[in-house]
């Protein structure tokens, strides 16, 4: 079992930066790769990007250029570093954790993105 706690969101004005902190603990050796989904009301859930075990990222071309994924593995932590933010990409945001065919899921934090 992996546990995943999300951190950092809040309300930012266009333009504006923050930095999202995803926390796991439990079986953290099992972790493969973690990544970022994102869920804006009335919309499907979409992907942000994620980060292997070894350190390789992808990350979804709406975010390319803007958003970063980084994860130190000392702090078991993954984090989303958000720049030039934009009203769209108001949303909850989710970090998962992949171990081996299981993904597992932390209850979101909440980015405003608004004047």
């Known amino acids: 079992q992996v546990q995943l706690v999300e951190s950092g969101g809040g309300l930012v004005q266009p333009g504006g930066s923050l930095r999202l902190s995803c926390a796991a603990s439990g079986s953290i050796f099992s972790i493969d790769a973690m990544g970022w989904y994102r869920q804006a009301p009335g919309k499907q859930r979409e992907y942000v990007g994620m980060?292997?075990?070894?350190?390789?990222?992808s990350r979804a071309d709406s975010v390319k250029g803007r958003f970063s994924i980084s994860r130190d593995n000392a702090k078991n932590t993954m984090y989303l570093q958000m720049n030039s933010l934009k009203p769209e990409d108001t949303a909850v945001y989710y970090c998962y954790a992949r171990s081996g065919v299981i993904d597992y899921w932390g209850r979101g934090t909440q980015v405003t993105v608004s004047s």
């Open positions: 980060v292997t075990s070894g350190g390789l990222t």
